[in-house]
């Protein structure tokens, strides 16, 4: 039996990273700050041009979150665009972990191209969240995230998703909001991920040395 669940279908785990085309803004995540309205389509004087396989919606949030007009998203700028359902910004390090994962130059940054990216993988993880959101309360709570990990194919028990919800519940509501599920589950994926490397019998058992342990506590840590 694979002790990790079923393979992942998507870069992103099992049923994330493979939603056919792009998918309309969901409500609750905002890619603007409250108060700013989007700008009119098209480019504006002194923007870099928008390449022809960008969908225009995305040109049009990109606009807006790009404050400073430099023609990159930063990390602040993200934060102060992303909201939750109860309208609080999004967490440094959510947005952080976010644009790392799209950063292609490492510039700290992200431009149209992997904006249009992280604009996809949001929504994808916002459907999710719906998904399994069944009181509709705008969190998640434990038997939630359970249901959200056993359909991306992890076998992990009630306590250790206990222990996840206190991990990232900065408010200990004993839920979470989208921006800390989104970290929680990209966290989950990425140690996985990093353990199945070492695990060439996949027996769910590795053997590690310190460093190498070091490296992948550090490496992966959100």
Do not use: H
Not at 2 to 25: C, E, K, L, W
Not at 35 to 54: H, K, N
Not at 68 to 97: H, K, M, Y
């Amino acid at each position: 039996m694979n002790p990790y669940g079923p393979p992942a279908t998507g870069p992103y785990g099992a049923g994330y990273g493979n939603t056919p085309g792009m998918q309309p803004m969901a409500p609750g995540v905002q890619p603007m700050a409250p108060g700013m309205q989007p700008m009119a389509p098209g480019m504006q004087p002194g923007y870099p041009g928008a390449p022809t396989s960008v969908d225009p919606n995305v040109v049009q949030w990109f606009q807006a979150v790009d404050v400073d007009r430099s023609g990159r998203i930063s990390v602040p700028e993200l934060e102060r665009a992303l909201t939750n359902a109860n309208w609080t910004q999004f967490n440094t390090e959510t947005c952080r972990l976010m644009i790392g994962m799209f950063d292609r130059d490492r510039s700290g940054q992200i431009d149209l191209n992997e904006f249009q990216a992280l604009w996809a993988y949001i929504q994808q993880w916002r459907a999710t969240f719906d998904q399994f959101d069944r009181d509709r309360s705008g969190s998640i709570d434990v038997n939630e995230l359970n249901n959200v990990y056993a359909q991306m194919g992890f076998r992990v028990s009630p306590q250790f998703t206990q222990g996840v919800v206190y991990r990232y519940d900065p408010v200990g509501r004993q839920r979470l909001s989208l921006d800390n599920f989104i970290q929680s589950c990209v966290l989950l994926k990425s140690v996985t991920d990093t353990f199945r490397l070492r695990d060439s019998a996949m027996s769910g058992m590795i053997q590690i040395g310190y460093e190498d342990f070091l490296s992948a506590v550090i490496l992966n840590r959100v």
